[in-house]
């Protein structure tokens, strides 16, 4: 039935509305993607996890490696489809012109050149990749002159993130879930470990990534060089949530950063009398949740003495506020499914009451 198919003409036709399609997408998306490279900095602000323009040492010396290989490649590009065009017209005029009729296979001189200049010029580009990519590494894996002004322990969960401020006085210690606050212009410490399978810590805008291996303690070291929210990033696949575990890193002045490091301190001050509201969390979510000052003290999930402190709620999926508060707590596996919080199958009252207990916990 072959004969039922339209013949594919032998040679494509330039005036086709196929090839006039692909060639202007093709088009549309170079000058997209030159135009977004040379687009200011404010442009990107939409992007929060864009590793090419980056406010922390560690991060810019990737950032440079970045933009050198997509450099290359971008020229690389160009090139090859440059000289293949070339080729393309110039074997057509030629035949067209002088062999009408189907173009014989021949073996011009002088090619295997073309390959030696091909093959040098890559050998120099990777050559380059390699002795800088190699600079990188000892400039990003190596610790800082100097102590780090904050000491963290980062404990990667499915699918969360606990923070540990380590001090070395006990009582200035304390902990607390998804969002980072550090004092802007100086280091931070951090100590990686994982309580189940591997993750990978990354905030783009502020350093590379760094694993959370089972068994094994990793170091990184962050920095922010102006105030500024920046989003993180688990950057290893860890299993049906990994996409959603996410957190924040809020950057702001000294003096706002110890305001904030004292209020954390604090065990949890709710503003509404102990009562059923309290009762109920305690016994639902108490065995998996901390709340200082209270008898819930799980570690299963994350501490929230001070929940209404942070902007985001589960592991930075979800505004917080009330409504998407109460919807999580109603049934958290519509909104992360496979993750490890039960649906409590609290009633309509019960609910409001534990909601209310929540939203107290400034
Ligand atoms: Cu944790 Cu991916």
Redo the contacts with the bound molecule.
Sequence with gaps: MAGDFPVTPARPNSDSPLLRLVDRRCASALVFFVLDSLLPEAAHAEAPLNYLFTHGSRAQSIAGLAWFTTAVSILVILIVTGLMLVGIWRARSRFVAELPGEAPVERPHGGVSWIYIGVGITTIVLLVTMVWTFVTLASTGNPPPGPAAVRLEIT?H??WWEVRYLNDEPSQQFQTANEIHIPVGKVVEITLRTAD?I??FWVPALAGKTDQIPGQENHTWIDAKRPGIYRGQ??????QQ?AH?AFEVVASAPDDFERWRTQQLQPARSNIAAGAGQDLFITHCGICHTVRGTAAAGILGPDLTHVMSRRMIAAATLPNNPGSLGAWIADPQHIKPGNYMPRLDLSGPQLALVLQYVKSLK
């Design positions: 990667g499915q699918w399978v993750h990978s688990c950057g290893e696949y860890c299993g990994h575990m």
